[in-house]
């Protein structure tokens, strides 16, 4: 992971969804008109927050298997950015919401669950913080954090259909086939997911070695 | 193994039996709850709202029930874990304290129910169904609340961090179960309900089955 290209490759993506997402031609649809550039920021965050979640989900399941501490650390840092990226998918999304549905938040199902999502992390944040052995912290907050995730699924893609929700992209997949997705959003929509997602994995990277850093220090005192 | 499961069933209810303060405590808890909510509302029967009458009738079954069920791994001391540990695998001692948690979780419920519909009015007309989500939904919560009471029986300030970590985790299954029983409030059309509990059922399962899973590493120590 210390390799360098996948950085680049990062920056330059995410650099590329700055210009072209803001810039390319949009399609013109009733409603939502500009807005439909939130796409390229918005969706993102919920795309690479469930994939951090996911990783997370599984390197607690690896820290159980093995009891090495180094997996433990991956799975907390992977929530950190996870909660990070949440809270910008929600505010991005509230100021969407604004603008096409005239209110930060609207009762919509999507919405309602992704903050439920948040709580759900932030407790856990909360249970690591109230135990002091660490290998009882690691041990407890790895069955926490694959519980959660267990609920976390039907939470964003199972209940969100049942109901009725303005937001784009009901009736069908959550996110795709939004609005007839067409090629000009798709062609930076995608390397917008990739080019979040690796900035996502950077960003935990760096937490992770400082982590790694501050108990080799915290050894030698 | 099934003879372990029922002793351990067995255990829990004499427990319960000869130590009446418990389960009266719940019940004074539940009457006193739906008495204030009379009381605040300021009603006559019958007259409140059946969107309301839901909503208030499923937070008070939520709040007792972690009262009522929290306490199943709380009382445990450090020695008497480490005798059960000794005695039988952790499934056994997760099933036999499921069993006990699910049935007081609808015991809970029932009593409630009927105390809540005496004093605020009873708008049920599909009573099949509804019996059937309070049934469900009390599989879930005892299965939540179960694990969640093992995972915070190991960590440090117990009873704040009980509500917190299980509201989040409970809320995919209360939300369920609120839509359920306004159906069957409302006497719509079976084969509308049918997905709905199927839902119900299956989020069941998966936190049951997650239970099991993570139980003996918790356990483990």
Not at chain 1, 180 to 205: C, S
Not at chain 2, 17 to 33: D, E, M, P, Q
Not at chain 2, 175 to 204: E, H
């Amino acid at each position: 992971m210390r390799k360098t290209w996948w950085k680049i490759i990062g920056v330059a993506l995410v650099f590329y969804t700055l210009i072209a997402g803001l810039l390319i031609d949009a399609p013109r649809l009733a409603i939502l008109n500009e807005t439909i550039r939130a796409m390229h920021f918005h969706v993102p965050m919920w795309f690479g927050m469930v994939i951090m979640l996911t990783a997370s989900a599984v390197f607690s399941i690896r820290y159980l298997r093995t009891g090495n501490l180094k997996y433990d650390t991956y799975a907390i840092e992977l929530v950190n950015t996870s909660i990070l990226f949440g809270i910008l998918g929600l505010a991005t999304g509230m100021i969407w919401a604004n603008y096409t549905w005239g209110a930060p938040w609207s009762g919509d199902p999507k919405q309602n669950a992704s903050a439920i999502g948040m709580l759900i992390y932030f407790a856990y944040i909360l249970l690591r913080n109230s135990i002091t052995d660490p290998q009882q912290k690691a041990k407890i907050g790895a069955v926490y954090n694959i519980f959660a995730y267990a609920t976390l699924i039907p939470l964003l893609f199972i209940l969100p259909r049942l109901t009725d929700s303005l937001h784009p992209g009901n009736g069908g997949n959550p996110g795709f086939n939004a609005y007839e997705l067409d090629g000009r959003l798709r062609m930076v929509f995608y390397p917008a997911v990739i080019g979040w997602t690796l900035l996502g994995v950077w960003l935990t990277e760096l937490r992770i070695r400082l982590s790694f850093i501050k108990s080799k220090i915290d050894e030698e005192d | 193994m099934i003879k372990q499961v029922v002793s351990i069933f067995q255990k829990e209810v004499k427990l319960e039996w000869r130590n009446k303060t418990a389960f009266n405590g719940i019940l004074l808890y539940l009457v006193s709850t739906i008495f204030i909510c009379y009381l605040s509302f300021n009603l006559k029967t019958g007259q409140m709202e059946i969107t309301t009458w839901n909503a208030l009738f499923w937070i008070i079954i939520v709040f007792a029930n972690i009262n009522g069920v929290a306490k199943s791994f709380l009382q445990e001391g450090e020695g008497r874990m480490l005798y059960y540990y000794t005695l039988c695998k952790p499934q056994v001692i997760l099933s036999g304290k499921l069993i006990f948690n699910i049935l007081l979780s609808v015991l809970i419920a029932l009593i409630g129910f009927s105390v809540y519909a005496l004093i605020l009015g009873n708008p049920v007309s599909n009573y099949i169904y509804f019996l059937l989500t309070i049934l469900f939904a009390s599989i879930g919560f005892s299965g939540v609340l179960t694990l969640v009471s093992g995972i915070v029986s190991k960590a440090n300030n117990s009873t704040a961090l009980m509500a917190v970590l299980s509201f989040p985790i409970l809320l995919p299954i209360l939300l369920m179960s609120v839509r359920l029983s306004k159906n069957a409030i409302d006497g719509i059309n079976i084969s509308l309900m049918n997905d709905k509990l199927f839902t119900l059922i299956s989020v069941d399962a998966i936190v049951i089955t997650t239970a099991y899973i993570l139980f003996p590493f918790i356990w483990r120590n």
